[in-house]
């Protein structure tokens, strides 16, 4: 786990799980490898549990574990390419990402999808 405040990470290196979290009032932008947009909203918590992405390959995969909070994403080449490789896991539900915009938030009373 990265313990410092980055402004580029480079995902596929070798720290696993990364963690983004954010502050009240805060937000955070990310685009991935394969051109995944998220926008993290503001109290959450994300951790990339794993992400492999080589372009044209047929293993490339993506998990994330949202432990709090929110985002909204536009979905890359993983989910577009291979409709089970992309999830995003909460303590309630697993996501399937099939290639599209979403959002997920946890909250009360639970996890909302749109």
Not at 47 to 52: E, G, I, N, P, T
Not at 56 to 72: E, I, K, T, Y
Not at 76 to 103: D, H, M
Request: charged share 20%; no cysteine.
């Amino acid at each position: 786990m990265r313990t410092k405040l980055l402004t580029e990470l480079l995902i596929g290196d070798d720290e696993p799980d990364d963690r983004l979290t954010t502050a009240d009032g805060a937000s955070a932008i990310i685009k991935m490898a394969d051109g995944t947009r998220m926008t993290v909203r503001p109290n959450s918590e994300l951790v990339l549990q794993q992400y492999q992405f080589k372009e044209n390959a047929p293993d490339n995969s993506m998990l994330m574990q949202l432990v709090r909070g929110g985002f909204r994403a536009v979905t890359g080449l993983i989910s577009k390419s291979s409709p089970n490789a992309a999830r995003v896991q909460t303590n309630t539900a697993t996501i399937g990402i099939r290639g599209t915009e979403y959002g997920a938030s946890l909250g009360d009373p639970g996890l909302a999808v749109t």
